[in-house]
């Protein structure tokens, strides 16, 4: 009996050994991917299309103020306006943003999702003429000829744009530490994945479609916690690839304190388990009918969030050493330093001379500890709408 429950818990550990080596091959293969270059973005243009600048906003009376105040400022050849979503900000908040020259539009759900809020705001400006709709988070800044870039691309022939959200200037070890996962993620799911010709992965802001595209594409959102993941799901199975403009910016607050980590990625981990249930079978059709796009999108559903597998790896490479059943401790301790080694070749070069850097390791322990509560409170995300608070903060534009 002994010998069996051996082999049985063999057999468990081997199978846990390859699942989490294939987690590291996929993010190793993009982030090395991602070291290749992209062609350079170009801004002059023929012809300038009629952009609406979408912003989301769920009671963030102060920080949508100054937002707005930037993205007025833009400079653009073409027509653009700045439209703010508002739900449930004051009415003098409103007043001022009206005031200031945004379209405001007010919505009003009892139970409050930011693919609603833009679905609502779409069908209203549908007769507007807009070319083209770009959705900003609350905080976010356009960087420099941003919106040159985008009509740019658009006038290529692309129909969905990720630009690069990098982050703001940031006060904290913990905020750095979110800018370098934010900066990892762009090499692996965006450039990495545009270099080896597959579809960028979209954030949720600092996003651009085709207008009628886009407002088409939302009346399949619904109420998800993982909107922007719906698209990506929605444009895989339509086929849209999505473009990634490296070298162009938009500008992002990071979170400052385990609390808030811990509530964002909450929602995260609830959005991907939420289409891991939705899609796992449907990624293996689409892969033998050669949708390889919508078969990438779901095999990332199954992926371990990158904090959790590094933490996972670190405790299987600990007990290798006293545990003699599955892999040995080669194997776990081959797993952990491959998985440190892409994480260190996908952080920028730039954040290497910031002590700001050496700092932020430190604050990982935090972040792991914060993932683990986030695996088991996602059912709070399917009963709230766990909305990342923001504050306004300068824009250190060193890119």
Not at 72 to 83: D, P, R, S, T, W
Not at 117 to 135: P, S
Not at 223 to 244: C, S
Not at 283 to 301: A, C
């Amino acid at each position: 009996m002994e010998l069996i429950i051996i082999n049985i818990l063999n057999i468990l550990f081997w199978i846990l050994g390859i699942y989490l080596l294939i987690n590291c091959l996929y993010l190793a293969f993009f982030a090395i991917a991602g070291l290749f270059s992209l062609p350079k973005s170009q801004k002059h243009a023929s012809e300038y299309k009629k952009i609406a600048l979408l912003f989301p906003t769920y009671r963030e009376n102060s920080v949508i103020i100054e937002s707005v105040k930037s993205a007025l400022k833009h400079q653009y050849n073409g027509l653009f306006e700045v439209v703010v979503i508002s739900d449930g900000l004051l009415p003098q908040t409103n007043a001022i943003l009206k005031e200031m020259g945004a379209n405001v539009i007010e919505v009003f759900f009892e139970k409050s999702t930011k693919g609603k809020a833009l679905r609502f705001a779409m069908e209203k400006l549908k007769h507007n003429g807009f070319d083209i709709a770009m959705v900003l988070d609350v905080d976010n800044v356009l960087g420099s000829d941003c919106l040159h870039y985008i009509n740019n691309s658009f006038q290529q022939g692309n129909k969905v744009i990720q630009v690069h959200r990098t982050a703001k200037d940031v006060d904290t070890s913990f905020a750095f530490l979110d800018a370098c996962n934010e900066e990892v993620n762009n090499q692996i799911y965006r450039k990495g994945h545009a270099v080896v010709g597959l579809s960028a992965t979209l954030i949720g802001s600092g996003m651009a479609f085709d207008f009628s595209y886009f407002h088409k594409v939302l009346d399949g959102v619904g109420e998800t916690v993982g909107e922007d993941k719906k698209i990506d799901f929605i444009l895989a199975n339509d086929k849209i690839k999505v473009a990634y403009l490296n070298d162009v910016f938009v500008y992002d607050e990071k979170v400052e304190n385990a609390q808030v980590f811990t509530n964002q990625r909450t929602r995260w981990i609830a959005s991907q388990i939420e289409f891991l249930k939705e899609y796992a079978l449907e990624g293996l059709v689409k892969l033998f009918k050669g949708n390889i796009e919508f078969f990438n999108k779901t095999f990332q559903t199954f992926l371990v969030p990158r904090i959790l597998l590094l933490a996972l790896l670190f405790i299987m490479a600990v007990q290798s050493f006293f545990n003699p059943i599955g892999p040995g401790s080669v194997f776990w301790n081959s797993l952990f330093l491959s998985l440190c080694f892409t994480l260190l070749i996908a952080v920028p070069r730039r954040f290497y001379v910031d002590k700001r850097l050496y700092l932020a390791i430190l604050q990982i322990p935090r972040a792991m500890i914060g993932m683990v509560i986030a695996l088991f409170s996602i059912g709070k995300a399917k009963k709230s709408f766990m909305v990342t608070p923001h504050h306004h903060k300068p824009v250190n534009d060193n890119n």
